[in-house]
Structure formats: structure tokens, C-alpha cells
């Protein structure tokens, strides 16, 4: 396929915004930035959602300004190419804000918004668990924070999925650490090490009523990577949710459990990769879907080489095809996101550049995985953990892009859109 590159610059987000257009169909592929709600507030951990009415959430975690170790999670909505203004859905100084287990949001048919946050739950450098919210007016209020941990547990809980589990019943999965205490209580893989005297992080599902009651809790699976995020697509039979997995001989590829009629499916690796490492990689899956279509997408290094590999459904996650190879090499970081709708899939990624990082981003038609158009999105002056994680969401036939970039030191919330057009239209 012959591909026509042009590129400017935007200066305000660091971005390239570039057009690709294909011969045979004269489509073309345009990024434009996107400006956000957060502004040039001292911001990251961002979150990106779709609402039952189309509508997208932003949430993000904002140092205040009185004090460094002081955090305010806030909200925002994105309707009718407006954004409404931020609100706060919690603040203190007890949260645990990390760049890859970050807050969530998600809006459900009745009119709910249910958030989660972080917070402190000991003196350890682990101790931490998850705090659950609703909120019954558009978010200018919030319920009293829910613990979903058990009472007076320590260690860590979270890397959390949030779904619409019944009309007006949240459904939520994390990664739990109750068994993977040692007899003195401390954390066996505070280190993310091997298998030791402690037990293995656990995947966990529960379901809360509208009351914000716990309803349900399942043991998903026995064994999991102890700190690459999870992430949840709902299909027409259920919620598909994908982690990394952990065998007893370190073999961390990815699975997905799916619920149906029949509660929940047993674990099911989406392709044996055969990736065997003894640490955790905090390198999570991504995961969209459309109908009883289904793709995953995720790192690896099966093989020596990093890459970011893709794979379909036909059946809600059932079966699935064998994985293409999206990205290969030596400076493909991963930290992938995904995003769906009835014709397409929109795969971002990370990668190293000379100063910094690249955001990229693939698309591909839904049927077939045929690749339509790759992009650089973004030049990132971020360097390491700080970009943290890409947010990717399905908007108006096209995708919105949000991340983390370090702006005079500080981190500050970037955003672009990618829309289809036509190549005569291009100016």
C-alpha cells in the first residue's frame, strides 16, 4: 500500500501531527491535538473512559498547591466537543499515587459515575488499597469512600478493571495481595521476586449494588504478575478481562477470564508466547472490543526481543487467532492501549526516541487486522516511568489520545485526536 507522509509541528504538546493516506481507498488518517481540561495543572495518572451516551470521562491525579505531598483526584466530562468543569472526586495526603496503578472512572446506563482511587492502609512501602466511589449527580458529589480490601489487611491491592456488571451495579476486578504474605506478615514479592516463602498475588472480581454494597467476590485466578494493570472490554455475552499471568516456573503471558450465564470462565492464555522472567515487567494488556468481536493487544520479550503483539476473537474470547506482531525491536517499551468500534481497532504504544520517547499509534479494519495506517502521535521529552500510561478512547468514527509528558520538570496531561478523512480534503 503507497503512503503519502505529511507532518507540522505543535509546539504546545511536543506532538507531530501527521496524515497518511491510502492510494487504494483515498482514505487518509489526521492527528490533531486535543486540547484538555486539565490544563497546565501539575498533573498525570490520566484515565479516559466512554459513557453509555458517548460521552467521554477524563480523570486524572493533580498535585494542590499546598502542599507537595497533598493529591486531588478530578473529573471532567467531554460531550458535544466541550468540557465541562473539573470536579473533585477526593483529596488528602493518604493517597499511593503511582504511575502504572492508577484511578479509574466509568459511567453507568443509570446515570451513575463510579470512581477508585489509592490510598495508604499501613506504614509499609506496599501498604495500600483500593477506595470506592459513586457518584448520583454528574459527580458533584460522591459517596463516602467503600474499602474493597478486607478489613485491616495490608500489603497491596489494586491494578483495577471497572465494568457495568447489572443496571446499576458496578462490577470490579484488582489484583490482590492476601495471599501472598509471609508468616511475619511482610510482603514476599515486595521486589516483584520469584515465587518464595509467601503465596502468589491473586486476580479478584466483585459486584456492587447501587447502595454500594458488596454484592459477589470470586477468585479468578491463583497466580498473577504482581503489578501489570488489568483491563476489562464488554462484549455482547459479558465482561472479557485480560492480566498477565505467572506460572509456577515464571512464564508471565496473558490471559483473560470471561463471565457469562455461567459465571466465570477458568483462566485461558490468549497465545503461549513462552515469555519466562522472574520479575514483574508492570507491562499490562490492553483489551477492546465491538459485538462478539474481540482483540487483546500486549508486550513481550518471547523470543529476546521486545514487541508489541495483537490478537482477535470471533467469539467473545473464546478462541482466538494467532498473534501478529505489531512492533519489534530494541526500543519498543509497550504500555499499550486499545480502543474499538464496529470497523476498526486503535492500538497505541510506547517506544524510546534519541531524547525521549514516541507515542505510536496503529490502525487496523476489525474483520481482518488489516493495517490501515502507523503514526507517531507524539514526541514525548519524558523519559522512563514518567510518561506513565496512554489512554486511548473511540470518538466521533475516529480515537482520542491522552498521556503524560514532563514539561520544566513537572508532569503536565497531552491529548490528540485521529480522525478519518479523505485525501482531497487535506489541506
Known amino acids: 500500500m503507497h503512503l503519502r507522509l505529511l507532518s507540522r509541528c505543535m509546539p ?29 495543572a501539575v498533573a498525570a495518572q490520566p484515565d479516559l473512559s466512554t459513557a453509555p451516551d458517548g460521552a467521554l470521562l477524563l480523570s486524572w491525579i493533580e498535585r494542590t498547591p499546598q502542599a507537595a505531598t497533598s493529591h486531588r483526584f478530578r473529573v471532567v466530562r467531554f460531550a458535544a466537543q466541550h468540557w465541562s468543569e473539573p470536579r473533585d472526586i477526593a483529596a488528602g495526603s493518604d493517597f499511593f499515587v503511582n504511575w502504572a496503578d492508577t484511578p479509574h472512572t466509568l459511567a453507568l446506563a443509570d446515570g451513575s459515575v463510579w470512581a477508585h482511587w489509592l490510598r495508604r492502609n499501613g506504614d509499609g512501602p506496599y501498604d495500600y488499597g483500593i477506595a470506592l466511589v459513586r457518584s448520583d449527580d454528574g459527580g458533584a458529589t460522591w459517596s463516602a469512600p467503600q474499602r474493597v480490601e478486607p478489613a485491616g489487611a495490608k500489603l497491596d491491592y489494586g491494578f483495577v478493571a471497572l465494568w457495568e456488571h447489572a443496571p446499576g451495579s458496578l462490577g470490579i476486578a484488582w489484583l490482590d495481595a492476601r495471599e501472598k ?11 516483584h521476586a520469584a515465587h518464595g516463602a509467601g503465596g502468589a498475588m491473586t486476580l479478584r472480581a466483585g459486584s456492587y ?69 522472574a520479575g514483574c515487567p508492570v507491562n499490562g494488556p490492553g483489551i477492546a472490543a465491538s459485538g462478539a468481536t474481540l482483540a487483546v493487544a500486549w508486550y513481550t520479550e518471547a523470543g529476546g526481543a521486545p514487541s508489541v503483539r495483537l490478537a482477535r476473537s470471533d467469539d467473545a474470547g473464546r478462541r482466538f487467532s494467532a498473534p501478529r506482531t505489531v512492533a519489534e525491536g530494541g526500543a519498543i517499551i509497550g504500555h499499550v492501549a486499545l480502543a474499538a468500534d464496529a470497523d476498526r481497532l486503535w492500538l497505541a504504544w510506547l517506544a524510546s526516541a534519541e531524547h525521549g520517547q514516541t507515542l505510536w499509534l496503529a490502525v487496523f479494519d476489525a474483520a481482518d487486522l488489516r493495517e490501515r495506517a502507523r503514526l507517531p502521535v507524539a514526541q514525548l521529552r519524558a523519559s522512563g516511568a514518567a ?41
Open 209 to 277: 449494588s447501587a447502595r454500594i454494597e458488596p454484592t459477589r467476590q470470586w477468585r479468578l485466578d491463583a497466580s498473577t504478575c504482581d503489578c501489570c494493570p488489568t483491563a476489562v472490554a464488554m462484549t455482547r455475552e459479558g465482561p472479557v478481562l485480560a492480566y498477565r499471568g505467572r506460572s509456577a516456573d515464571e512464564i508471565r503471558d496473558i490471559r483473560v477470564v470471561r463471565f457469562g450465564r455461567d459465571g466465570w470462565s477458568a483462566p485461558q492464555t490468549v497465545h503461549d508466547d513462552g515469555w519466562r522472567v
Open 12 to 40: 504546545a504538546a511536543a506532538a507531530l501531527l501527521v496524515s497518511l493516506a491510502a492510494s487504494a481507498d483515498d482514505a487518509a488518517f489526521v492527528v490533531e491535538p486535543w486540547p484538555l481540561a486539565a490544563g497546565d
Open 387 to 427: 510518561s506513565g500510561l496512554p489512554r486511548l478512547a473511540t470518538l466521533d468514527g475516529g480515537a482520542a489520545l491522552v498521556w503524560t509528558d514532563v514539561v520544566d520538570g513537572t508532569p503536565r496531561l497531552r491529548g490528540a485526536r485521529l480522525r478519518e478523512t479523505r485525501t482531497r480534503d487535506l489541506p
Open 181 to 191: 504474605a509471609t508468616p511475619d506478615g511482610a510482603d514476599a514479592h515486595a521486589g
